[in-house]
């Protein structure tokens, strides 16, 4: 059942539920197609609440029989949930339900995934469990039975009870009903230990589908590595005796923090050198860092409405980026996450779905699980930590986990900690919370007398539902080079509160060149107007690594724009720079390698519309293939060096500096491919005894249009293993041809495996589509009209996916009127679908601004 018009739900209208929970027990009696789920609540009237409505969620379900206090009643029953009269003192609530795992598609609620029953109940999935108060802020233990004829029956907790057929869990610490989870299957443990600083014995396993055992270790060391972590840094201790991860091949997000029992999409936990890249581990490190470090902030502490959803998220994505900083190359990772919020949060801020970290009304908050609330809410974090210091941040955190165990929390609790800590003022800090949008930092210079002057100026353009906006705070990390490249002012923090502030540095001998936005200490867009030379100057002297790399980023990018927009020749400033750095093997190779990377198409698509040209994604595309065999040619005499450096001694180890290694090797060999047409990287390929080499050869036999043989070799080899053949999908539509890529994609519909129904392949082929920037925007239309049929056609079936990858067309209006109107049409035939979701239904009224 659908409602006729969705409905918006507001952050102001808060109220907190009329009940508070003592306990909840339920039965599961699994069965493919009617799985029997009984529920015993104990209740009481809340002392806080003033509305005593008793409505229990509850969507798809079958209620077979209702109770309280042992007598049958017959609650009002909706497609959304259930109302019916109870006493006014404490009462236990019997029901039963009966619902259908086998044919639930969406992968919300209880699901199977090749014979494995699994849940997902974040962000409102548990009401398709059973009739319940589902909503974080409500908050009980939980006592679980499960019977099945299933050899592996998990749910939260710690174990209590099991026999043939049966098992029983008890979770000790009370949660919100989104981290309920089950799990039953003919399924295999990896099983491991841990034990805790307090000396607490924890047994650890990961689950997997029998086969899949060898693919294990990596992530069972990442947990070992994160539990350790989280005791060192941030003073937090496991708090059950077991820890079972689970790994699903069906699974809509990256994974889930489910409390004592998270379940893992299986690409974001399964490795091995044979299948995996270096890129997988680390991302595999990464999420299993951060599921395990929501057990306390989303989980002990978690968040009282979704609306507060940055509150677990910007938090753990922040603290899953200290570890990966930890673990590998704090530089390194800081590039890459400002890569990645330049590629996926600006354009999300910048267009018409931009929303605050702290959103304040949804009508489906499944489509808010967005890099905005993720990413730009860590980055909320991180310039919070460096305003109030590393101390303070320590402290603040040690009175949050104090003051707030136990329960579910707002943006404003969160703030009071630092305030209380620091005695700060944070009112104006939280506009970024409320506030959407990327502010823009103008700087300019002023020298005279020895006295330095900078003038940094904010302005935030307007975005759906905020016309006006009011200066943030934006910390300024500034540091100061003389003329021979020495550092003249190490780094500082300026605090930019105004429209508009000068800051002066005096006694200076000679005019220095001013590093600013050191480290990316804020998520801005920084518009300084620095000449070539200037930034030739910092790329080859910045002591700060990441400006050293931006000033070659910003290098390429103004050399990119001018060749598109006047056809000019490749800079020879950046050529000569990049050549520098490449030459200088006292730097990190990985690093090495991020400066070979340049602004991706869309980002360029992105500058141009700034600077109010209409952007050809040909042209685009066209000039970065300029300057890359531009950069071929010139640096030509240096790749036998990078590749020999890129040599690895020993065995495979996806550890920092052997991926950093290959990292620069194949950039290096994506370089020559250009010289030799693929010949160095069919030997690679030949000789690959490793995922990272064989998919970056191939990768790079794809794109000097070579490679069938190998292409055809590579499903023969990996055609049993799903994950490998997502790659094999992917890559062929990603290496395309523009003009070839709608062409490639809808071909690869039509092969045997692809199972358009399960999320990673669906993603494998359509996502491959909508990041081929010159491809998926070819001015036929093919690209649009491929993506739009596909989805239209796994509304019905996945709603959830559909409107995540409805987000490809958000760049709609930065296009030509040919494009403009290739791209309207499309998205008008999604939202005319009859019946369309309402995950889909929002987020394309969004896009289309209606
Ligand atoms: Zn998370």
């Not at 975005?463 to 100061?480: C, F, N, S």
């Amino acid at each position: 059942m659908r409602d006729a018009a969705p409905t918006t739900i507001f952050l102001k209208d808060y109220t907190p539920f009329g009940y508070l929970l003592d306990s909840v027990h339920l039965t599961f009696d699994l069965s493919a197609h009617a799985t029997r789920v009984t529920s015993r609540i104990a209740f009481r009237p809340n002392p806080d609440a003033t509305d005593r409505t008793f409505f229990l969620h509850g969507e798809d379900l079958n209620l077979i029989r209702a109770s309280i206090n042992g007598t049958e009643v017959s609650p009002d029953v909706t497609g959304k949930g259930l109302t019916a009269d109870v006493p006014d003192a404490p009462f236990l609530w019997e029901a039963q339900v009966e619902i259908d795992p086998g044919n639930n598609t969406a992968l919300e609620g209880l699901y199977m995934s090749n014979g494995m029953y699994c849940t997902q109940c974040e962000a409102e999935g548990f009401r398709k469990i059973t009739y319940y108060p589902d909503r974080p802020d409500v908050m009980s233990t939980f006592t679980v039975r499960i019977n099945g004829d299933l050899p592996v029956l998990l749910s939260n907790g710690n174990p209590s009870g099991k026999g043939e057929g049966w098992a029983e869990w008890t979770d000790p610490w009370p949660k919100p009903a989104y981290l309920f989870a089950l799990v039953a299957g003919d399924l295999v443990a990896h099983p491991d230990r841990f034990t805790t600083r307090s000396g607490r014995d924890v047994a650890l396993n990961l689950w997997v589908r029998p086969g899949d055992e060898g693919k294990c270790a990596f992530g069972m060391e990442a947990l070992k590595k994160s539990m350790k972590w989280d005791e060192d840094v941030y003073g937090r201790e496991y708090d059950l005796d077991v820890f079972n991860i689970v790994a699903v091949d069906d699974f809509n997000m990256g994974a889930m923090e489910n409390k004592g029992l998270n379940i893992f999409n299986s690409s974001a936990v399964l490795a091995s050198p044979e299948t995996s890249t270096d890129a997988n581990f680390e991302r595999i490190e990464a999420i299993i860092a951060h599921e395990y470090f929501h057990n306390w902030t989303g989980n002990r502490i978690t968040c009282r409405d979704w609306f507060q959803l940055c509150l677990k998220e910007g938090l753990t994505v922040f603290r899953d980026a200290q570890f990966t900083s930890d673990m590998r190359s704090a530089p390194v990772k800081r590039i890459h996450d400002a890569i990645d919020l330049r590629a996926r949060q600006f354009p999300e801020d910048n267009g018409p779905l931009s929303h605050p970290v702290r959103p304040e009304s949804f009508q489906e908050i499944n489509n808010f699980y967005t890099a905005t609330v993720y990413e730009k809410g860590a980055e909320v974090i991180g310039m919070l930590k460096r305003l109030v210091g590393d101390e303070a941040y320590a402290k603040a955190l040690d009175l949050y986990f104090d003051r707030h165990d136990g329960q579910a929390c707002t943006i404003e609790d969160w703030l009071k900690v630092f305030e209380d800590t620091t005695g700060r003022d944070l009112t104006q800090f939280k506009r970024w919370y409320s506030q959407s949008g990327t502010p823009r930092l103008t700087v300019s210079e002023d020298w005279a007398d020895g006295t330095f002057t900078l003038t940094l100026k904010q302005r935030t353009d307007p975005t759906p539902g905020q016309a006006e906006k009011l200066p943030q705070v934006i910390p300024v990390a500034v540091g100061l080079l003389g003329p021979n490249g020495d550092e003249v002012r190490a780094t500082e923090v300026l605090e930019l509160t105004e429209a508009e502030q000068s800051f002066q540095f005096t006694a200076l001998a000679t005019r220095p060149t001013a590093s600013i936005l050191r480290e990316f200490s804020a998520p801005v867009i920084l518009e300084h107007d620095h000449s070539s030379a200037e930034r030739a100057f910092l790329l080859a002297h910045d002591t700060d690594p990441f400006n050293r790399w931006q000033a070659g980023r910003s290098l390429a990018q103004d050399t990119l724009l001018r060749m598109i927009l006047d056809e000019a020749t490749p800079d020879a400033d950046y050529l000569n720079g990049l050549q520098a750095v490449l030459r200088d093997d006292t730097l990190d190779p990985a690093y090495r390698a991020l400066m070979l990377g340049l602004p991706t198409q869309s980002e360029l698509a992105a500058a141009l519309h700034e600077r109010g040209h209409t952007p050809d994604p040909m042209a685009i595309w066209s000039a970065v293939e300029t300057l890359r065999q531009a950069t071929a040619q010139h640096v030509q005499d240096l790749l036998p060096r990078l590749h020999s450096e890129a040599l690895v001694d020993g065995p495979y180890s996806p550890d920092a500096q052997q991926s950093g290694k290959r990292a620069l090797g194949s950039a290096a060999l994506a370089l020559t491919s250009r010289l030799d047409g693929g010949a160095m990287a069919a030997t690679v390929y030949a000789n690959a005894d490793n995922m990272t080499l064989q998919l970056t050869a191939l990768s790079y036999l794809l794109r000097a249009r070579k490679g069938e043989v190998q292409l055809a070799a590579f499903y023969d080899q990996w055609q049993h293993d799903r994950l490998v053949m997502d790659k094999w999908f992917g890559l062929q539509v990603t290496m395309a041809a523009p003009e070839a890529t709608p062409e490639t994609a809808k071909a690869l519909t039509g092969h045997p495996d692809f199972n358009w129904k399960n999320p990673n392949r669906f993603r494998a082929v359509m996502g491959a589509l909508a990041m081929n920037h010159a491809g998926f925007h070819q001015p036929d239309g093919a690209g649009y009209s491929l993506l739009a049929g596909w989805l239209i056609r796994l509304d019905p079936v996945n709603p959830q996916t559909t409107a995540r990858m409805c987000s490809a067309f958000q760049t709609w209006k930065r296009y030509d009127t040919g494009r403009q109107d290739q791209m309207r049409t499309q998205l008008s035939r999604i939202a005319e679908t009859p019946n369309l979701s309402r995950d889909t239904t929002e987020m394309v009224s969004r896009i289309l601004g209606a």
